[in-house]
């Protein structure tokens, strides 16, 4: 490692105490761009890596809203503006009991590059709140909205920045959010919010965009190294948004789905799991993965067990970051694992990755294979621009072809910064390459 990175590294340490989410994307991203760095002396003479990795702006805040009971209850909310050299910051809201400024900003950090990789004009922030919506009640979920937006009404806009749903956020809360965004300004500013429901400016495709990209990637990955996805076994972790909708479209292109989960345990299911009754439990009943088996009997539920103990040909991380450790990966690749394709945020750890290197595992990072969610709410705050409504197959195409244009950037930048084939430098050195280009544009903003 140069002495420049490792000295840089340190200094984000430094500043950045007790966010080890924060550290580790940040070291992931600088390892690869040692090559970078030593073709272009001018990122380091203009110490653009160190503006890069310090957010434009951070936004902290009070949320207090009622419960039923009629006690006032207190969350913190978080939105971090991180990047707006290439658009408005764009990304989700994550509403989950282990938010903190440092997963918020981890968030965010990994944005700017996914988002710079879809090749659309949007800049990478993140937000949130460490508010816990299991077991809430619909009302107590409208109030929080409400009160989350009081506040962060004054910060967004489709110019300005553009949240969207993460982990705990979806149809429902941007629903609740979009409504009191609307009150609050008094103007139907229907791009300020990504996500929405497709009967009011929501772009249809925008829900299934993220699994559904994510398996597009995979497919390309696959393609390049001729192989394929039909009649292979498969696991995605997981069984929210990303994963249920990977799982259907890897079911569409033939794969078959052992298993998946949810924080009680892993569902297991030799015939392949069902779409349609995952839909239901999580979906609709928003309850426990255990009750799987009382519609399908022939399978079996495991309490506390992860996915990747069922032997696969391919691996969808779905669900979280640094769900995949080392040990995970020992098995995968003890179990014959040829692909992992991440299709939540930083999902394997450092160590997972450097196995799948060295035992030719084919690995495509989040940056690239979960980018299509975000690319199709840019697709949305296109429609909502000029206050038009594609059709889901042209949205699909788009997707489509905008996994397939991130594919070829990797596989691209890899190789002209001399790591042939290795997805996640690319995706690194790609997604950087376009944000540090605009930003030495603008001189030291
Ligand atoms: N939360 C999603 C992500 O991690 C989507 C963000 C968006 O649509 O703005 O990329």
Redesign the pocket.
């Known amino acids: 490692m140069s002495a420049y990175i490792e000295q840089l590294i340190q200094t984000i340490a430094d500043r950045n105490q007790g966010e080890p989410l924060f550290t580790q994307a940040v070291e992931e991203v600088l390892h690869s761009l040692e090559p970078v760095l030593s073709r272009h002396p001018e990122i380091e003479s203009s110490n653009l890596l160190e503006r890069l990795c310090e957010p434009e702006r951070q936004i902290l805040f009070r949320v207090p809203w009622e419960d039923d009971e009629g006690r006032v209850q207190v969350n913190r909310g978080f939105r971090v503006e991180f990047n707006s050299a290439l658009g408005p910051y764009?990304?989700?809201l994550r509403f989950n009991p282990a938010v903190t400024l440092g997963m918020i900003k981890f968030?965010g950090f990994e944005?700017i590059f996914?988002n710079s990789l879809t090749g659309l004009m949007i800049g990478g922030g993140k937000g949130g709140s460490d508010f816990n919506p299991k077991g809430r009640s619909d009302a107590e979920i409208m109030r929080f909205c409400q009160s989350f937006m009081m506040e962060l009404h004054r910060h967004i806009g489709e110019k300005t920045d553009v949240p969207?749903?993460?982990m705990g956020v979806g149809a429902r809360e941007i629903g609740y959010l979009f409504g009191a965004y609307k009150r609050l300004i008094n103007r139907y500013e229907l791009g300020a919010i990504?996500?929405k429901g497709v009967g009011y400016g929501g772009s249809l495709g925008r829900k299934e965009a993220?699994g559904f990209g994510c398996v597009y990637f995979a497919t390309e990955m696959l393609a390049e190294h001729k192989l394929q996805l039909e009649r292979k076994t498969c696991v995605v972790s997981g069984s929210g948004n990303v994963a249920l909708y990977a799982i259907k479209k890897l079911q569409n292109l033939g794969a078959r789905v052992l298993a998946c989960s949810d924080s009680t345990g892993t569902v297991y299911d030799a015939a392949g799991l069902d779409f349609n009754a995952l839909r239901l439990i999580k979906e609709i009943e928003r309850c426990s993965l255990s009750k799987y088996p009382m519609i399908h009997s022939r399978a079996e539920f495991r309490p506390n067990k992860k996915v990747w103990e069922v032997p696969c040909e391919y691996a969808f991380p779905c669900a979280t970051q640094n769900e995949l450790d080392l040990s995970d990966a020992e098995t995968l690749v003890e179990h014959g694992c040829k692909l992992v394709a991440e299709g939540a945020?930083m999902p394997c750890t450092p160590e997972a990755i450097h196995l799948f290197g060295e035992k030719g595992v084919l690995f495509g990072p989040a940056k690239a294979a979960?980018a299509g969610?975000?690319a199709v709410?840019a697709l949305e705050m296109q429609q909502n621009a000029t206050w038009t409504q594609w059709t889901f197959e042209e949205v699909d195409q788009r997707l489509q072809a905008i996994m397939k244009q991130i594919h070829k950037s990797c596989l691209f930048y890899a190789n002209r910064y001399g790591q042939p084939g290795n997805y996640a430098h690319g995706a690194n050195t790609g997604g950087f390459l376009r944000v540090a280009e605009a930003m030495f544009e603008f001189g030291v903003t």
């Open positions: 764009k990304g989700g968030l944005q996914k969207a749903g993460d990504t996500g993220t945020n979960n969610g975000v709410s």
